[in-house]
């Protein structure tokens, strides 16, 4: 009689906690439409950032920006996510890296372009084949395409620095 009581104790308790995990998981995600509001607040300000000058360790508005930086800026200020300072450190890190084809806006596309085959370059993708980034020192901040013969040729990989999406 005791075993029976344990054996329907227990078979009760583990319907009950299968039934609790799968109402946790079935119930909509407040913080995964935070996350989404966040990349598009880091898409949003980088687009109110076109024409700012490239500023080689520049890290704010008024300064200018260089590639990387201005991915730290941008999701620091409007995601809290710190990223790695420089192009290679964000290429080197353990984000999830994300093909081609499966980019979404908010990811960090990179680029060789040093004559050595090295990652040299950052911009972020804002979807429909695009990057905002700031190129060189005596440009600004502008939107360029991936299929770019030049963007193209010097495409390396991607990586998604947020969950969201």
Not at 18 to 44: E, H, M, R, T, Y
Request: aromatic share 10%; net charge positive; hydrophobic share 35%.
């Amino acid at each position: 009689m005791f075993k029976s009581l344990c054996c329907l104790v227990i078979v009760s308790l583990s319907f009950a906690l299968s039934s609790a995990s799968a109402n946790l998981n079935s119930q909509p995600s407040f913080s995964d439409s935070i996350k989404q509001a966040s990349i598009d607040g880091v898409v949003d300000r980088a687009h109110e950032l076109l024409g700012t000058p490239y500023k080689w360790g520049g890290t704010s508005a008024e300064q200018g920006f260089d590639c990387s930086s201005l991915l730290v800026y941008l999701f620091k200020t409007e995601a809290n996510i710190t990223l790695p300072r420089t192009t290679t450190a964000m290429q080197r890190s353990t984000a999830a890296t994300i093909k081609r084809n499966a980019l979404k806006p908010g990811d960090a596309v990179f680029f060789k372009g040093n004559g050595r085959g090295q990652v040299s370059h950052v911009g972020l993708y804002i979807g429909e084949g695009k990057f905002i980034h700031s190129p060189r020192t005596g440009k600004n901040i502008r939107i360029d395409s991936l299929s770019n013969r030049y963007w193209n040729k010097q495409y390396t990989t991607a990586k998604r620095f947020h969950s969201a999406g």
